[in-house]
């Protein structure tokens, strides 16, 4: 597998297991790009607290990442 | 102070947004579970929002008002709205920030899901200005905003339909009936988009965002936006070729298998009948020898019978011998007994008689 489709692979595999959490961390975890590609392709959905940004995992992209893993 | 959003609402037809499809929503927008905030959006006059924010004591407060500005036929509808924030961080609407979250509600007022799931949907980011757009300008901010987030969008999709193809053709997933619907639902999604995004891109307002553009970024980004759409609808039609070929290469392979399996199954059902008329006739067979056999133990049976006869016949006349031998025997041992007696007396007749003439 090349390198980027392992990124990607490894970015799928952090947002299916850690289910939700704040924006913050999930670009610390998986950078800025994929975060907005997941964002974009309904992979990961945005949301609020009355303090923070949040996000959670989408059904979408439980079932890609089932069929690419 | 003053902002300015403009959003885009997926839309085939031009209904001037008079007719919505609800005219209010609560929801809980935290993805965290232990921190729930529930937002309250209502229509206000039909086509104003008020968006309340819910207190610890349950109550909710009016967070912002969004006032409509003006609509387009190609989906672009224009609020305003007074720079609120919560925190600093958080929930909040100025001139950069504007709750996706918020956007994505006011779409629920007047789009379905067609081709997706609502939990599903892309989330393109608002288009923000510090001034109010015209938004039915020739190649106006906003118009452009919404071409650039589709182009992205189908990078993107193009993207992630490489990479699970590559992935699945790796494992050998692409047998799965489950693996190939999913990829053609991939296809749909991105094909959904291009549905109501080509009202965008086709709108009379887009004069600069085309693949014939002078403008060379744009004409990058209107490349992306067909080279991305003909690449989906490729794919969708060669993996449904691939998936019907293969498809009946595995109903071939398991008819050839099955006819395989069939014709061991004929062969041992053939070696078995062969294997139990070898029995039978080796039963029979064995039947008849031991009939044979039992006939010749038969006769040497009754021939040591006859013979067992003749001496048990034989056995009272040699008994009575032995009866008259042992009498014999008997009467002789008396004889003997009586004379050793006797020998016995004169013995000690003798030694008396020694004895007597000593003493003289």
């Known amino acids: 597998m090349e390198k980027q489709d392992l990124r990607r692979l490894n970015a799928l595999q952090y947002i299916v297991d850690t289910k939700y959490g704040y924006v913050g961390e999930l670009i610390i975890n998986i950078g800025e790009v994929f975060a907005n590609e997941f964002v974009s392709l309904g992979f990961v959905i945005m949301g609020y607290t009355r303090d923070d940004k949040t996000w959670r995992v989408s059904e979408l992209a439980k079932r890609y990442y089932s069929v690419v893993s | ?360």
């Open chain 2, 1 to 360: 102070m003053k902002c300015h959003v403009v959003l885009w609402i997926p839309t085939l037809v031009y209904t001037g947004f008079d007719e919505p499809l609800i005219t209010q929503v609560e929801r809980n927008i935290s993805d965290i579970p232990e921190k729930e905030f529930f937002v309250k959006l209502e229509l206000v006059n039909g086509k104003d929002f008020c968006i309340s924010i819910r207190n610890d004591d349950g109550n909710y407060i009016t967070f912002v008002e969004l006032e409509r500005v003006s609509v387009s036929w190609n989906g672009l509808i224009q609020y305003t709205y007074k720079s609120t924030s919560a925190k600093e961080k958080g929930f909040r609407f100025t001139t950069t920030e504007f709750p996706t979250a918020i956007y994505h509600l006011i779409k629920s007022f007047y789009h379905v899901h067609d081709f997706h799931d609502a939990d599903a949907d892309s989330t393109f980011r608002p288009y923000l200005s510090d001034g109010k757009v015209d938004i039915k300008a020739e190649n106006n901010g906003a118009i452009l905003h919404y071409l650039r987030m589709y182009s992205e969008f189908m990078s993107n999709s193009v993207r992630n339909l490489q990479f699970a193809i590559r992935s699945v053709r790796e494992n050998k997933k692409l047998i799965q009936p489950d693996t190939r619907s999913f990829i053609q639902k991939l296809c749909l999604f991105a094909k959904g988009y291009e549905v109501y995004m080509g009202v965008l891109y086709r709108s009379k307002y887009n004069t600069i965002c085309k693949t014939s553009s002078s403008v060379r970024d744009w004409r990058h980004i209107a490349c992306n936006i067909e080279n991305g759409m003909n690449y989906v609808r490729t794919i969708e039609q060669e993996y449904g070729e691939y998936n019907q070929q293969t498809f009946v290469e595995d109903v071939e392979q398991e008819a050839l298998s099955s006819l395989k399996s069939a014709r061991w199954s004929i062969g041992l059902g053939w070696g078995s009948v062969v294997l139990g008329v070898a029995s039978i006739v080796s039963a029979i067979l064995s039947i008849n020898l031991a009939n044979k056999v039992s006939q010749r133990s038969s006769l040497e049976l009754q021939q040591v019978a006859g013979s067992l006869k003749q001496n048990i016949g034989t056995i009272p006349s040699e008994i009575s011998i032995i009866n008259t031998k042992l009498d014999s025997l008997s009467r002789k041992s008396i004889q003997s007994s009586e004379i050793m007696n006797e020998i016995v007396k004169r013995q000690w007749t003798i030694i008396h008689r020694l004895d007597g003439k000593g003493e003289e």
